[in-house]
């Protein structure tokens, strides 16, 4: 009998027997992993006997080879004795895993790799200059190094050390660990082990006899919040969820590359815009003009990449970031293809151009596949073009939980997908998926955005078609609302292993293991939320048409209220802070939706005058929130309305102090200006309350070699002030000078410390 699940086998087990790892409480076996294992293969038996510990309280030992006699042995990873045994890996692919299980021994194996740095010698983000500085003796040009972005071939930043491997490499062995671990009831719902892991309690561990091959579905599932490699915690989840890629593949917007600060000395790679080349907002890059001279370049740039790592399968050659304008000698030419919408407009240009690349590419290696994005305003297939060139493969841009919403437009985006394969000679098909209604300001702070009916219908449509994709997620170092993502991504990460997933299942087990005594109401929460999420309507709060309805709030909280009441025990402590968790992240919701945003209000009665409303309305805007942006802006204009209309300076000062001590670094850069000027302000506050060493101990705190002309001049100034109210005139004078000699400082301000000098 053999029973098929995406790539999960069963075999006969007629034949094999039990086996017990830990009786009693004590162990009566051992963790066999070779002395020259793959780091991801040692750290998968660590793993074990860390969890078998928890479980058990046995530690089961760890050793290089069998001891023979009566103790069981468990092998992790591939080994001369799990070959003797018959436990054969090589007709799996990559990340594929066997858990065999008999009287004999335990195997937990699977098919690991360590992908080599690309280029050759990228160990560290320290390394560019010198890599960068290689590249270019190699091609002559004053190219950037290829693989950097955040989406590139390989980043040095994905390795953490504290496991000694990186989130690209493949880690079968891994995944065969977890699966065994999860049949003994281990589950890894949270990316924080203290909060988010459930450890069953057992005295006897044993192994059911077994013999079963998994493997993903989709070769590339690679999910990115963050720097996993900055967060064991979040690192170790997105593998635990047997995440990952089988291959590296570069996703990313090679053009760049080649046209990036390039308005000197090529400016026939760039567009003219209405008649002038604009000056370009990502890094330097103005739109590309996708001609000639840019496609023989773009031909270069991959063959000398090719020719650097050979290695590599992959070349991204996809039109740069925002392209939203091209040239006006093509517009003119009739490229402009208006009436194919937004997502068609440019198609035909940008894939004409895509095109001509990978058949230039061909000619010297035509082994190798390049790379083109379906995305933005070249979304769609394009018309004019009846087959792409056989080495050319397709990134599937799209964002499945709004456009597979509504049914005309999930009819139209599943045509499109299906015509694009039927113009490519390959199988190389991949989706860009955007996760982002949780990224720092956009529209949906602190909403349950839960779609895995439209996942799980995905990833059926997919199967078969796409090699994986890369998901952006709502960045955050950890991740971003982690107690309303978590639950969708799970979900996520197990349809790229089994697309038949059974939903109901899986969430009735989620909710009575994870949130206990109180499953119930939030299955109904969940449940709910989905339901809310697949309603017509702009994906935003406050609009009349929005789908998410004030009464949807309101039952929100009711349901996790109920939630909470069956959690206030002390014994269900842990579901209590798991509960806990979803309801602070949803204060965000109640507080921006429908125009009742403290924040604005707040702002609104400062500017009438009305200092003890607007004190109670931004001390709320900044308690309902868990956006760190969010909070910060209203502390500062809660500590202005206490210095300015309430004539407490103490109180300002304290909580100015509550905002400063916010260093998170995904604050946006104009947040981050709102954070220096409150450090300012705090400075002089407490200048003016005579707390003198405090405000200079507040101003040491800033790096002053980090600082802009401007900025170092105010420190200088903020300095001078200080010394200026203790009296020390030489001192105040001294600073005045420093200031004043800031070359790159505004003139204005400069004069203004030179007349200071002067008095």
Known sequence: ?????????????????????????????????????????????????????????????????????????????????????????????????????????????????????????????????????????????????????????????????????????????????????????????????????????????????????????????????????????????????????????????????????????????????????????????????????????????????????????????????????????????????????????????????????????????????????????????????????????????????????????????????????????????????????????HQLPGVPIIFTRIMQDDARLLRGKSKGEYVECSYGTPMRYAALNHYPYLVQARLYWNPDLDLDAFLDEYCRKYYGPAAEEMKAFLTFAEEVWMRPGPRTIGREDSFLKEKDVDRFFAILAQARAKTGKAEEAIYDRRVAAVETECLDMRAFHHGKDSYTEGVAAAEKGEGKAAAALLEAAAQNTTDPAARLKALVALAEVHAVQLDDAAAAIKVLEEGLAIRDKTLPVNVRRVRRKALYRCAELLRGQARYDEAVALLDTVEEKRQSGYWKLVLFRAYGEVAQARGDKAKAKEYYAKAAAVADAPKTMVEEMRRRLEE
């Open 1 to 441: 009998m053999k029973y098929l699940l995406g790539f999960l086998f069963f075999v006969p087990t007629v034949f094999l027997s039990a086996a017990d790892l830990v009786v009693d409480g004590k162990p009566v076996s051992e963790i066999i992993v070779a002395q020259d294992a793959l780091p991801q293969v040692r750290f998968a038996a660590k793993e074990l006997q860390t969890h078998l510990e928890k479980i058990s309280g046995a530690v089961v030992p760890m050793v290089a080879s069998s001891s023979g006699g009566e103790v069981f042995p468990i092998y992790v990873g591939e080994q001369a004795q799990t070959r003797a045994l018959g436990v054969d890996l090589k007709k799996l692919p990559m990340e594929g895993y066997r858990v065999v299980a008999s009287g004999k021994a335990l195997v937990l194996a699977g098919r690991d790799a360590i992908f080599p740095p690309l280029p050759a010698g990228f160990n560290s983000m320290d390394d560019l200059p010198r890599l960068n500085e290689e590249w270019q003796k190699i091609t002559g040009r004053p190219w950037q190094l290829a693989p950097t972005g955040f989406s590139g071939l390989y980043n040095p930043r994905g390795r953490n050390e504290a496991v000694g491997f990186s989130v690209y490499d493949p880690t079968g062995t891994l995944f065969a660990v977890y699966d065994f671990l999860e049949q003994l009831g281990v589950r890894w719902y949270y990316p924080d082990s203290e909060t988010g892991t459930v450890i069953p309690r057992l005295r006897t561990v044993s192994a059911e006899p077994q013999d079963h091959s998994a493997a993903p579905v989709f070769a590339i599932r690679y999910m990115n919040w963050g720097m996993r490699s900055m967060d064991l915690e979040g690192f170790l989840w997105f593998k635990r969820q047997k995440l990952g890629m089988s291959e590296n593949v570069w996703f990313g917007h090679g053009v760049s590359y080649v046209t990036r600060n390039m308005q000197e000395v090529h400016p026939e790679f760039l567009a003219q815009i209405d008649g002038k080349m604009p000056i370009g907002s990502k890094k330097g890059t103005p739109p590309p003009r996708l001609a000639p001279p840019l496609r023989d370049a773009m031909i270069e740039f991959a063959d000398k990449f090719f020719e650097w790592c050979p290695q590599s399968r992959t070349c991204a050659i996809g039109q740069s970031d925002g392209l939203v304008k091209i040239d006006d000698r093509d517009r003119a030419a009739g490229w402009d293809r208006e009436e194919r919408g937004r997502s068609g407009r440019f198609s035909d240009y940008v894939w004409k151009f895509v095109n001509e690349v990978a058949e230039g590419v061909a000619r010297k290696h035509p082994d190798k596949t390049v790379l083109g994005l379906a995305y933005s305003q070249a979304r769609l297939v394009p018309l004019e073009i009846d087959q792409l060139s056989p080495n050319l493969g397709v990134i599937y841009c799209q964002h499945r939980n709004q456009q597979m919403v509504d049914p005309a437009e999930r009819k139209a985006l599943i045509a499109d997908r299906e015509a694009w394969l039927a113009k490519m000679g390959n199988s190389e098909f991949y989706i860009w998926e955007y996760y982002l209604g949780h990224r720092p300001h």
